[in-house]
């Protein structure tokens, strides 16, 4: 399907691996111009000759640790006048409010909850000025589904859903869309690393990880593929009517959730 995106400008955070690496292949291939940012420049860098190679466009990279007000600050300022906004950079640990101690809890924060918080402030703005874009939160269905195991990704999560609900509901006065994309457990090397260990707590047997998923309704994680394809559609003029929502993207796991 053509999105009818080609030539936007797209800033995408913690654009290196997983659902960010996939959500800039998928708009670079709709011809979109893209800012990428993320911690590792050698990813980065692999990941931007890729798209460069494959779909002739425009790929600027900015490795930044977006747990910096500084970083975030100065990565707004460069991108300010970007299109579409894909808030994505995010490493919440699992545990339960014992597990995470006070400084954990605010270190990954500072990156998911107020890292979204601040780019948004630097970059809606512009967009106001414009009449025109498009922010997509790739938040999680944590913020959805509690769990006593994930605390500070569930309470995080949930912060940014209504941060979503709040400021997409006024946007659209100014022709903005503000939405978000709530996905389940989705397939990368952190979500196999999590199989895994689970695995070796259940069964002692690290090799039997993907048995892990029969719990999930659907039998199976998502694809990092699933979920950027939603997030380009959610970004593009083809859902020019949909702001202040959430899509979940979960397997039917919060819907499971609602029969227990």
Not at 169 to 187: C, L
Request: glycine share 10%.
């Amino acid at each position: 399907m053509d999105l009818q995106l080609k030539g936007r400008s797209v800033l995408i955070t913690g654009a290196s691996r997983g659902i960010g690496r996939a959500i800039a292949q998928v708009m670079g291939a709709e011809g979109c111009n893209l800012h990428l940012a993320a911690r590792s420049e050698e990813l980065l860098s692999e990941v931007a000759a890729q798209i460069r190679s494959a779909h002739g466009v425009d790929v600027k990279i900015y490795p930044k640790d977006l747990s910096r007000q500084s970083e975030v600050e100065a990565l707004g300022q460069a991108c300010q006048d970007v299109d579409i906004l894909i808030n994505n950079a995010g490493d919440i640990p699992t545990g339960t409010l014992w597990d995470v101690d006070a400084a954990t809890w605010r270190r990954s924060w500072e990156l998911k909850v107020f890292g979204y918080i601040d780019l948004t402030r630097i970059i809606l703005p512009r967009m106001y000025e414009r009449k025109r874009g498009s922010i997509v939160n790739v938040i999680g269905v944590a913020a959805e589904v509690p769990n006593p195991n994930y605390i500070a990704g569930c309470v995080g999560n949930a912060a940014l859903n209504t941060f979503t609900y709040v400021l997409g509901g006024e946007s659209v006065q100014h022709n903005v869309r503000v939405n978000a994309v709530n996905p389940g457990p989705t397939m990368s090397d952190r979500h196999k690393a999590h199989l895994i260990e689970r695995a070796r707590r259940r069964f002692g047997d690290e090799s039997r990880w993907a048995e892990m998923m029969a719990d999930y309704p659907s039998g199976r994680s998502g694809t990092v593929e699933e979920v950027a394809n939603a997030v380009a559609f959610l970004a593009s003029d083809l859902s020019s009517n949909t702001s202040g929502a959430s899509l979940r993207i979960d397997g039917g796991i919060w819907a499971a959730a609602r029969k227990r």
